[in-house]
């Protein structure tokens, strides 16, 4: 049987409904009820348009239901509906931001609900981190890395086989790493050339801004808040807003350092272009030893690496291959199956020396 995946979004007049279509956005009276929850597929369309124009309701903003055709691998089904989700995920993460920034208030259900919806990539049998190199140049820049970077901190948290409810902790401190972005003009965050002192001062405000969003939540431990206050502190006492040094600094912290570098790094940004995860380990492994915790950072860079066994990449040379075997050192330059004539490039050998791989494929 097909899968189903929601990507198209429109508004629709009630006489357009058909089954099958997925409500976006919930629909609510006049008296602020909820009519029809967003996430809800349409069955018995009549009694909704009934009910709807009950209430004066003309339009409907839906997804509309595509097949994932059946003659696709599943493997592949299950990427092009990672793909597909991550619009999704991030429009109701940025909503959340929105209302709590607006509001401040924040519902207990709803950050569980942004935890499931986050964390479902895990329930399919796929490489989470190679489709994320797919999804690297969404506009959505903050809510696309507080998605990803909440993802790789969570692996990072399984891998460093932390008791379950931190990870759930660590996830949550990394998709509220940025919410404070929202009060950074927005002309500073999309600036293509350097930014003067003033403007640096305000971007780094952000950390600053994310812990007073959700300093005062109960139902945020405070060890997810001051991990999030602390998350561009670094080891050797050059990060911010505090400068702590070492241990001071929480492990949250720490961890999510490690995800948030690695992610921004491999995505684009205003007066640069992504890089590939291999030129990011070679950086992270080269320039910010001292910078990030050791331990956290070389366990996430040797577990990274094999996770791109079997990608494929083109190199500088115009050549393409697939990625056979990653060292543990040296992780960034890692052994290539040329596809020209199937011969093995070792790109840590003599023969390999100038070569370097430009892009997945």
């Known amino acids: 049987m097909s899968e189903i995946m929601y990507v198209t979004t429109k508004n629709v007049l009630l006489s357009e409904l058909q089954p099958g279509m997925m409500v976006d956005k919930d629909v609510f009276s006049e008296t602020g009820t909820i009519l029809v929850p967003r996430g809800q597929v349409f069955k018995e369309v009549q009694r ?14 839906v997804r509309l239901p595509e097949k994932i055709p059946e003659a696709i691998p599943l493997q592949e089904r299950q990427a092009v ?3 597909a989700g991550v619009d999704e995920k991030c429009d109701r993460l ?19 609900e942004r935890i499931t919806e986050t964390l479902s990539a895990f329930e399919a049998d796929i490489n989470v981190m190679q489709l994320m190199q797919k999804v690297r140049n969404s506009d959505d820049a903050t809510y696309v890395h507080a998605h990803n970077v909440a993802l790789t901190s969570h692996l990072i948290g399984r891998w460093m086989k932390l008791p379950e409810i931190q990870v759930k902790e660590l996830t949550i401190t990394a998709l509220f790493i940025d919410i404070g972005k929202m009060k950074v003009p927005a002309w500073i965050l999309k600036k293509e050339g350097t930014l003067t002192d003033e403007e640096m001062v305000e971007a780094r405000r952000h950390a600053q801004y994310s812990y007073e969003a959700i300093r005062n939540f109960s139902c945020i431990e405070h060890e997810v808040i001051m991990g999030v206050l602390h998350h561009h502190e670094r080891m050797d006492g050059s990060g911010y807003p505090m400068k702590l040094k070492g241990e001071k600094i929480p492990l949250y912290a720490r961890i999510v350092a490690v995800a948030d570098v690695y992610n921004a790094l491999t995505s684009k940004r205003p007066y640069r272009p992504k890089r590939t995860p291999f030129e990011a380990i070679r950086i992270m492994e080269t320039e910010c030893n001292e910078q990030l915790d050791p331990q956290v950072l070389y366990l996430f860079l040797n577990r990274i690496g094999n996770l ?21 050192q040296n992780i960034h330059r890692p052994m290539i199956r040329l596809d020209e004539n199937e011969t093995v490039l070792d790109l840590n050998a003599p023969e390999g020396k100038g070569i370097d791989i430009k892009d997945f494929v």
Not at 48 to 61: E, F, G, S
Not at 97 to 104: A, D, H, S, V
Not at 311 to 327: A, S, W
């Open 48 to 61: 909704t348009i009934r009910l709807l124009q009950q209430h004066n309701i003309a339009m409907v903003p």
């Open 81 to 83: 509906a990672f793909m």
């Open 308 to 328: 791109f066994t079997g990608q494929r990449i083109l190199l500088n040379d115009g050549r393409t291959g697939e990625i056979i075997f990653v060292p543990r």
């Open 94 to 112: 940025r909503e959340e931001f929105q209302q709590i920034l607006l509001t401040g208030e924040l519902q207990e259900e709803a950050l569980e």
